[in-house]
Structures are given as C-alpha cells and as structure tokens.
C-alpha cells in the first residue's frame, strides 16, 4: 500500500468512526489582543475540573502565549514531530492541573508546505490524540490569514471571541465573511459560537452578539450561536502577570466564574454532535483534503 492510499484509509477510518475521537474546538477572532489565549487557557482549565481530558494544541506560531500563561517551557514543538522524529507524546508538555499542550511552533508556519510523506506521518500521529484527550482546544493566531482560515476549514465546532471594540466586531464580521466563502467551508457541519469578552456583565455581552449576528445573518446568511461572556476583570490581568491562570490564581474571581459557566454551556449537550464527527485524525485529515495527494 503506498502512502497516499495509507492517508486515504485513516481519512476514511476517520470518517467511519463518530465515537472515540476528542472534540476539537478552535478558538479564534478577527483582531489580536481580544482574549483567545486566555479563554483557550481558562476553558481548558473548567473543563479540567469537569473530569475532561485536555490538550491544548497553541497554533499561533507568532506568539508563544499558551506556554508564557502556564509558565512551563515545552522542550519540544511540532516541527521536532515533523523533521526530528519525535513522536506525539514527546512533544506534549504538561502545564498545572495536568492540562497538555503542544506548541505549535515553525510547526504551523511550513503545514502548507509540506510534502505527502511528511503529512502522512503528522496526520497518522496526531490522531493519537483522540485517544489521550476527550477536548482539543486549539489557539490560532488573530487575523485572516490563510492560515488561520484552514484551522477553522478544517474544525467542527469554533469560538470566535470578540470585545466591544467596533473595530472587534467589524473584524469578527470580516473574518466569518472569509471562512464563508471558502470553498471547502461546511455550514450545516459548523458549529460558530461567540464569545463576548471584557464587556461590563451579561447584559453587554448579549448586546454584542445581537449587534454581530444582526449583519452576519442578514449579509452572510450564516448561523452563529451565543456562547455567553466573560466580563472584563482587573484580576485576570493579574494572573497573567503571575503566569497562572486566573481559574487557578482565583477560582471565585468574576472572570473564573464566567470561565465555568461557558465550560458547562460547553458540555451541555449540543443537538448537532458536528464535532464527534472528525477528531483529530479527521481535522488535519480535513486540513490537507483538496491537496493533490489525497
Ligand atoms: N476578561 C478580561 N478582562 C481584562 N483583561 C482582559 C480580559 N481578556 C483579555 N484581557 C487582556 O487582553 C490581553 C490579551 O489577551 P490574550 O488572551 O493574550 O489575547 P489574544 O490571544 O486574543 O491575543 C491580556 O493580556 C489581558 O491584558
Ligand atoms: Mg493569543
């Protein structure tokens, strides 16, 4: 079997098997600055405490800021996977509370650059993960970059943050716009949710979703659902400077509660189980798909 035909069989598998695979939710918006990582951080941290098993998987390759925000250095990243040999579990580093994560490194930067052997190999790796994590929280880069755009292509279920700011919003609006028109851009399998960050409580936070949903849905016609809030709060400021997650550093801050509260509208239950469908396997099986070797 040569290894295109071995990439085309763990697609399939991927596709056949719905159970036993980690629900991968990308996190993401428009602007910089808004507040992914540290949602990425801190929801991983209330799922934590929910009895889920969680990697965070830190895709933006221009800033470290998962591994600044734990405070532990990862010995390798994925670029050691692709080029050094090293196998998945050697480049997961273990932050507090038990919580993985992979740094994603030069890693992310050469994906699209990859030829097939190397991706064969990445893709039959990182479906590993579905059996060492029941949630993969990946944290992209801001913007629109097509780089980006591929994670959220490939993802079942994404949390777009977004702030007050009215450049936020237009950059929330701008970003949808893009993932919308891509060809290979699913609806019916995308779950969009969205995150009001540093609003001033619950009622702001609804207030900026209608503003966004109002022209989404009217111009892109596309279905995007309100996650909830996280206000905005002087003691997650704190807890960065102290590289400890603020659902660490305070459990009861505002912010910590806000973080438990998304984490449990997380766990629900979702009528459209859209990302059972895919794990790992099947994200960079979705990432790579359209590539001539598949
Ligand atoms: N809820 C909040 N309350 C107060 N400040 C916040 C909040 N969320 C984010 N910030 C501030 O915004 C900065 C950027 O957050 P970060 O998570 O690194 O954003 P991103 O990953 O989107 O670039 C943080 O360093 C912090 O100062
Ligand atoms: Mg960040």
Redesign the pocket.
């Known amino acids: 079997m040569d290894q295109a035909q071995q990439l085309r069989n763990i697609i399939k598998r991927s596709e056949q098997i719905p159970m036993n695979v980690a629900r991968v939710i990308t996190v993401t918006?428009g602007?910089?600055?808004?507040?992914?990582?540290?949602?990425?951080i801190n929801l991983a941290v209330q799922l934590k405490k929910l009895s889920k098993r969680v990697i965070i998987f830190d895709a933006?390759f221009g800033?470290a800021?998962i591994e600044v925000?734990f405070g532990a250095v990862p010995k390798h990243n994925l670029s050691d996977l692709i080029y050094q040999g090293k196998n998945i579990k050697e480049i997961i580093t273990m932050g507090p509370m038990d919580i993985g994560f992979i740094s994603g490194g030069s890693g992310i930067a050469g994906l699209s650059n990859l030829g097939r052997d190397y991706i064969n190999y990445l893709v039959q790796n990182l479906s590993e993960l579905d059996s060492l994590a029941d949630v993969i929280i990946i944290?992209t880069g801001?913007g629109i970059s097509d780089a980006v755009i591929e994670f959220l292509v490939a993802s079942g279920e994404v949390l777009l943050?977004t702030t007050p700011e009215p450049t936020s919003i237009t950059d929330s609006y701008s970003l949808l716009k893009a993932l919308n028109r891509h060809p290979r851009f699913n609806r019916e399998m995308t779950l969009i949710k969205v995150i009001s960050?540093?609003v001033s409580g619950a009622e702001e936070g609804q207030q900026l979703f209608n503003k966004l949903n109002a022209v989404v849905s009217r111009y892109l016609k596309l279905p995007i659902r309100y996650l909830g809030h996280?206000?905005?709060?002087?003691q997650?400021?704190k807890a960065?400077m102290q590289q400890t997650p603020i659902s660490i550093a305070n459990p009861n801050a505002k912010?910590s509660m806000?973080f438990e509260a998304l984490a449990m509208a997380l766990t629900g239950g979702d009528p459209i189980a859209a990302y059972h469908k895919h794990g790992m396997a099947g994200f960079f099986a979705n990432m790579v798909r359209g590539k001539k070797f598949v």
Do not use: F, Q, T, Y
């Open positions: 918006s602007k910089g600055g808004v507040g992914k990582s540290n949602v990425s933006d800033l800021n925000m944290d801001a943050v960050n540093k996280v206000p905005e709060d002087p997650l400021v960065i912010s806000a």
